[in-house]
Every structure is written in structure tokens, then in C-alpha cells.
């Protein structure tokens, strides 16, 4: 059969550039006046809030939720130190391997962690010759108490820790007109530890700030 | 007149039909679609906001920087997330105050190929700590640990400091830096009467940092 242009392969012919613009400007212009249209637009910006409400929801929700199932922050890692009715020195007696993110090189901290579920903690710490301060941090991160060695009474810091149920509990326990001697701090949060801490201003300090610290005691204020 | 759709209309769930009884229609995926990437971006932006620092509550005196609600009862949800994803210890409010500065008094990074002096008063307290910290303000360990406190410090008649802080050594009062690399630095007043009103303070009650020279 002789080559005639029937038994060619029909070869579309490429379009020019002008026209391909001109067709891709009419075909972006007729999806944006689509998207335009009334019920799009309400659409598209239904559909817009409904995702700026959800992922605020998801912010909101992850950022609270965090403290709840926390496990590294030093409320969780050190709950059970101070087992023994003492404080634990951090980096000596317990958790060598836990740094503390933002502790001072020129510190000693002692921790006791105590869980109310089991009954009130009562602290008691003797003031020294270095400053010392005692905070109560609860788990999931936050404090609640401090007080430094110039709330010590005849040398001595000490208060209670109880959840609302044992302060009110220990309230009607007490003899009208008596003066309470116990300072009671009701903690937020049933589980959570006492930190001691001392300042160490020079090397030769930190032994005795070391002694300090692990002198505090915690034990049942039932 | 076009038809203004329902306020749910996306949330509309499609009918099944005989012919294809599971595969979710076009509605149902743009809301699958949406939702997974609204989740994605709330979660993503907790993620992105919770850094070593709180985002709120800052507050700035000249080149420091602190947030006294970290340490109080009534710290803002941010700044118990940042203490829940690790082992923190913030100072108490009656505790102390810690500050950070991570610009000298003018504004620009601290470097450690840079040699500054920090001047000035410092707060009333029982004794307070400076330290050098990397970036995320952990203090540098090993033979990059560095800090003073107000027992190594010999100051005028007034009460003023006066340090150099350079890699280099320098006489009188010095503050080794580490070579090179940026860093903070974290001071630390315990025990002392403003506390509560930090917020409130003339920034020249701390000490400013001034830039010397740098190498390079």
C-alpha cells in the first residue's frame, strides 16, 4: 500500500502559547468566580472557622492536658524520694542521672515526695548558717508554698501538707479558743514534693549546705 | 437566587449508596481532611509555642528577662506545660528571683568570641549567683562550667559590681566565657524583699551588660 495521508498517524497540533494562556486565564477565572459564587464563599469560609475552632480546641486541650499525663517533670521522677524520712539529695542520694534543667550549680537540693492519698506530711527543717528555703511543688509542675529559714521559729521551719478534706477535718479537731501550733499548707494536688534548698557562696559551703538540706525531715502528720 | 447553604452543611454525613456503600463521598473527606489538619495544627502549635521558655508573661528589665508567675501559684497553663515536659525547679516568688539575659544592654546576642562588662547594683538578697548557660538556659557542665557568686565578687564602696566576662583571663573580677559559642547568662538573687514586685522594678537596680570588643 502506498503511503497516503490517511495511513499517517493524526499528530495534534501543539497549541500555541498565547492561546494556552488565554485558556488557563478563562479556566482560573471561571473556578475563581465557582469559588466566589454565594454558597461557595460561604462554604469555604465555614469550612475556615470550623478549622480555626478545631485547632484552637486541639491547642487548648494539648496544653492543659500535658501537666495531667506528665511523667518527666520533677514532681513525678521524685515522688517517692525522701522515702526513709529524710530528704534526698538530688544528684547524690537520688536520680544521679536526672538533671534538674534550670537548678544552680551553687545549690544544694534536698527532695521529699509525698502522696496526701496516704495522709498529711508533716516538713520540719533546721535553720543553719547558709540561707535555706523549702518550696512544696506540686506534679505536672507548679508551686504552691515557700518559705525561707527567717520564718524559723527558735531555729526550726516546720508546717504540715494536707489536702482540703484533712485540713478541714484537722479544723474541727481543734479546741475552740486553743492557738494552733502547726502551720497547715493545703496543697492543690495530692501528689507532689517539698524541695529544700541552700545557697552555696563558696566551695567550702557546700558540704554544710549538703547536710542542710538532707536534714529535712518528712514524715505522717496523722 | 443562589442558595445559601446550611451552617453545617459540611458536617453533614453522606448517605451510602447501593453501588458504593463504604467509600466516603466528597464531603465526608474534605471533613476528614480538615479535621486531621486542624488537629495537626493545634497540637503542632503547643508543640511549637512550649520551648524552654513561656511564651506570656515575660517581664524585661533592660537586658534581662523574667517570669515571675513560673514560681507562683497562679502560673498561666503555658508555663505548667513547660514544667510538666521536664525536671524543673523553679524558685519560688518568696524564694527568689531568677533572670536571664541572653542580649547585652543593647540588644545584640551574647557571643563568646566577645568580651563584656556587667555593672551596675544588684537587689537587695542573701546572697545571688551568676552562671553561664547555653542557649536553652542550662547551665554549661564540664570543663565549660562557669559562674560566680556575690562571695567571689569584691565591690566599690557603693555596692557596685564591676566584671569582665571574656574567654580570656582578665584581672579582677572575671567571668570565664566559653569560646565562641553563644550563651546566657542566669542570675539569681535568693531571699530577696522584691519578689512580689519585680514587674514594678527600675531596670538600673540590675546590673547592664556592656559590650567591650569582639575577635573576628
Known sequence: ?222 | MARVPSLFAPLTLPRRTRLDPVRPDLRTRYLIVLVLAALATGIGSTWAVLGEKPPVGAVRLGPWQTFPRLGSADIDPYGRAILARGPHLPLAAGEGIQLSAATDSTGSSLSGSCRYRISGATLPSRGWTLVVANGASKPLTGADAAGLTDADIVTDESGKLTITASPAVSSGNWLRLPKQTRFELILRFYDTPVSSGISQLDPAALPRIDKLACEG
Request: charged share 20%; glycine share 8%.
Open chain 1, 1 to 222: 500500500m502506498s503511503d497516503t495521508a490517511l495511513d499517517q498517524p493524526i499528530k495534534a497540533a501543539p497549541p500555541d502559547r498565547r492561546s494556552l494562556s488565554l485558556a488557563m486565564r478563562a479556566s482560573s477565572g471561571k473556578q475563581l468566580r465557582r469559588l466566589l459564587a454565594r454558597g461557595n464563599l460561604a462554604r469555604l469560609l465555614h469550612g475556615l472557622a470550623l478549622f480555626v475552632a478545631l485547632a484552637a480546641l486541639a491547642h487548648l486541650l494539648t496544653t492543659l492536658l500535658i501537666p495531667r499525663y506528665a511523667r518527666q517533670d520533677a514532681g513525678s521522677l521524685f515522688v517517692v524520694a525522701g522515702a526513709e524520712g529524710r530528704a534526698d539529695l538530688i544528684g547524690m542520694d537520688v536520680q544521679a542521672e536526672v538533671a534538674i534543667i534550670d537548678a544552680d550549680p551553687f545549690t544544694a537540693i534536698g527532695v521529699c515526695g509525698f502522696d496526701l492519698n496516704d495522709g498529711p506530711l508533716r516538713v520540719r527543717a533546721r535553720a543553719g548558717q547558709l540561707p535555706l528555703a523549702l518550696s512544696v511543688h506540686v506534679r505536672g509542675g507548679g508551686v504552691f508554698y515557700a518559705v525561707t529559714d527567717k520564718a524559723a521559729q527558735r531555729g526550726i521551719i516546720e508546717f504540715v501538707v494536707l489536702n482540703q478534706v484533712q485540713f478541714d477535718e484537722r479544723a474541727a479537731r481543734d479546741d475552740d479558743g486553743e492557738s494552733i501550733r502547726e502551720l497547715r499548707v493545703v496543697s492543690p494536688a495530692p501528689q507532689g514534693i517539698v524541695v529544700a534548698r541552700a545557697l552555696v557562696r563558696q566551695p567550702s559551703d557546700r558540704q554544710g549546705a549538703e547536710a542542710l538540706v538532707r536534714a529535712m525531715a518528712c514524715g505522717s502528720a496523722s
